[in-house]
């Protein structure tokens, strides 16, 4: 059964970091591709960032580049979102999900998903 459980969310101070973590059982992580996404409220869920193939190539959404950094442990079958110089907007439900292909799956293309952890971003 494809389960995803994220951690790791919190309230941090503008400025601040926070690492969330996906970890993922049912299925090998480095076989197919995980995407972070996150929602906030009112707005649509929106793709931060994804991780795909055994030499884990990376993207990321142009409001996130610089700043946050998706990594991959697949002896603990799990994917991190290392979030860094945290603003006010990046305040979500973050969710990873995955749609068990190797390609990076949309929003709409993913199958599995996460309960989300919410971040919150605010002094």
């Known amino acids: 059964q494809v389960q995803l459980v994220e951690s790791g969310g919190g309230l941090v101070q503008p400025g601040g970091s926070l690492r969330l973590s996906c970890a993922a059982s049912?299925?090998?992580?480095?076989?197919?591709?995980i995407g972070w996404f996150r929602q906030a409220p009112g707005k649509e869920r929106e793709g931060v960032s994804c991780i795909r193939g055994r030499f884990t190539i990376t993207s990321y959404a142009d409001s996130v580049k610089g700043r946050f950094t998706i990594s991959r442990d697949n002896a603990k079958n799990t994917v991190y979102l290392q979030m860094n110089s945290l603003k006010p907007e990046d305040t979500a439900v973050y969710y990873c999900a995955t749609s068990l292909r190797s390609s990076c799956p949309t929003a709409y293309e993913a199958d599995y998903w996460g309960q989300g952890t919410q971040v919150t971003v605010s002094s």
């Open positions: 049912g299925f090998t992580l480095d076989y197919y591709a």
